[in-house]
């Protein structure tokens, strides 16, 4: 049994503006499943598929009061490019932003609710995985990281060292899914965290205890959904959500 990252969740004070933002700078369609909800795929789309991971756009009133721990990094193909990338969501009301990362090759910004995000230099690894390169966590340690995400989900380890370790689907398309160890340690709730679902047929409950029993902890927050609320072994949240 496994599960598939099919999206990330991303709380915003205002779904359809901030949803209006990342649809453009990805080129993806919008929708929305209901009021206070926003969802981005590529045009064309048959959910899910793990060319992908979706992103959808969950409205709330808490402030965001640090820096997140889930980010995306967004690929481009030339130094041209890249510029290009910069100035085309600066002009959609993206701005540059210093998170310590010193003289570094790729830019740092954030979007129009201060969520950060990456535009990468150029690289080989990430030709093909359309216009999020990667989905990158914050942690402590990304051997264990990559140790319980690689044996929750169906995908392949590529890469682990001390500092960083790198996934990706095991059909070899899509984004990768890296963990980089970072000193900053978790404050609060993440307003951006990752969304999994298995496969048709699956027992939910069956998936919940194998994921409790690779270390994730159950969250209650007291209300009657059809999803589970769990956390991985470095306190980020995580929804296992039904199979299909």
Not at 9 to 36: C, H, V
Not at 175 to 200: A, C, I, M, Q
Not at 227 to 239: K, M, S, T
């Amino acid at each position: 049994m496994a599960t598939r990252l099919v999206q990330i969740n991303m709380k915003a004070r205002d779904d359809s503006t901030l949803g209006g933002f990342w649809a453009q700078a990805l080129g993806w369609e919008i929708s929305s499943e209901g009021p206070g909800v926003t969802n981005l795929e590529p045009e064309g789309f048959v959910y899910p598929d793990p060319v992908a991971v979706c992103v959808d756009l969950i409205v709330s009133s808490e402030p965001k009061t640090v820096k997140n721990r889930v980010h995306v990094d967004l690929a481009t193909t030339s130094a041209a490019h890249q510029a290009q990338v910069v100035a085309r969501l600066t002009d959609l009301g993206a701005t540059a932003a210093d998170v310590g990362q010193g003289g570094v090759p790729w830019t740092v910004m954030v979007d129009p609710e201060g969520n950060e995000f990456c535009v990468l230099e150029p690289r080989a690894l990430y030709r093909d995985t359309g216009p999020i390169a990667a989905v990158v966590v914050d942690c402590a340690d990304p051997r264990a990281m990559a140790r319980f995400w690689s044996e929750a989900t169906d995908w392949t380890l590529h890469e682990v060292t001390d500092q960083g370790a790198r996934l990706r689907s095991a059909k070899g398309v899509g984004p990768y899914l890296e963990f980089v160890r970072t000193p900053d340690v978790k404050s609060g709730w993440n307003r951006v965290h990752l969304d999994v679902r298995p496969y048709p047929g699956d027992d939910p409950e069956v998936e919940a205890a194998r994921l409790r029993s690779l270390g994730a902890t159950p969250i209650d927050l007291g209300q009657d959904v059809p999803w589970r609320v769990l956390a991985d072994p470095e306190g980020n949240e995580f929804c296992l959500l039904t199979p299909g």
